[in-house]
């Protein structure tokens, strides 16, 4: 009998010990399964890498866009979020930001914020809202304060301009880091950028000058004027911005809006300006085919 119970218990701790190690396999296969369902496809740059050995390429160098827009403009702040929210380039790490002064409205307070929450795309300077009496200084001179980081480069540009990113990052590559300043000279039949001023539509300044702009007495004693051609008076009068560089004809205003300054749309364009209308927005949108990476759907017919 006691060799009988023996053999039973036997028989159990053996029964139990299979149990064990399938359950233990069992959970194993689960873990497995669960970590491939959960993990996310792996990214176009991590198959580059795992094919190629090569990492992808990092940016060569930053750049903050401002558009000086103001508080009330929520749709065309809305519509460039989605202009600028597709384009990107290789060779630079690019920050589009709406920049206007103070909110002086409850709905402002409360509409902006949801905007700030959401996209984190807003600077509001410390100033009332003005075109020439010194927005522009401020913008400029608050930057090395109020940012969490340097960059490269800096850009003041309008919000009727449409700014193709891609072709703006391959213009500045192989330019200088350094006292730096860069646009559409004005007047408009130059080609020299030493002449006067880089218009209003977008200029860009290398980050050593925003450094000078906080600090010199220069700007912060002429901040009342045409906007553009202030800070190309600093410069001249600071004797700053020895590397200067006109994109023309990349660079110009919309067709028939502004004589010399405009001319045809052209595949090399970097930005466009004077688009007041959205008649004007669509024929650039559809010159450039902004929408050539929409891919195929059922949810939708275009």
């Not at 400029?140 to 340097?150: E, K, Y």
């Not at 860069?182 to 039949?189: A, D, E, L, Q, S």
């Not at 990349?250 to 001319?263: I, V």
Request: hydrophobic fraction near 40%; glycine fraction near 4%; aromatic fraction near 12%.
């Amino acid at each position: 009998m006691q060799a009988k119970a023996r053999f039973t218990m036997l028989r159990r701790q053996l029964a139990l010990a299979t149990l064990l190690s399938f359950a233990i396999a069992f959970y194993m296969l689960f873990i497995i399964y669960s970590i491939r369902v959960k993990s996310p496809p792996p990214s176009s740059s991590n198959i580059t890498t795992a094919l190629t050995g090569a990492a992808p390429p990092r940016p060569r160098f930053s750049l903050l866009v401002g558009i000086l827009t103001r508080a009330d403009k929520y749709d065309r702040r809305h519509f460039l979020r989605l202009v600028y929210g597709i384009q990107s380039s290789p060779v630079a790490d690019i920050e589009v930001k709406f920049v206007f002064c103070s909110l002086t409205k409850p709905e402002q307070r409360v509409l902006v914020s949801l905007e700030i929450m959401r996209f984190n795309d807003i600077i509001i300077l410390n100033c009332s809202e003005n075109m020439n009496s010194g927005k522009t200084y401020t913008y400029l001179s608050s930057l090395p304060r109020i940012l969490p980081r340097r960059y490269d480069y800096v850009m003041k540009a309008d919000d009727d301009v449409f700014l193709r990113l891609e072709p703006l990052a391959r213009s500045l590559e192989p330019l200088p880091r350094l006292d730096f300043y860069y646009g559409f000279v004005i007047p408009c039949g130059s080609m020299n950028p030493f002449v006067e001023y880089m218009s209003g539509m977008g200029f860009l300044l290398s980050w050593d000058i925003i450094e000078w702009i906080n600090q010199s007495s220069i700007p912060r004693n002429d901040t009342f004027g045409p906007e553009d051609k202030l800070v190309g008076r600093w410069l001249n009068l600071g004797k700053k911005a020895k590397n200067r560089f006109s994109n023309k004809p990349a660079m110009y205003d919309y067709p028939g809006t502004n004589g010399r300054c405009s001319h045809d749309l052209i595949p090399e364009t970097v930005a466009v300006h004077k688009l007041k209308r959205w008649d004007q927005w669509l024929h650039v949108l559809t010159f450039f085919n902004v929408t050539k990476e929409l891919l195929k759907s059922n949810l939708y017919s275009v």
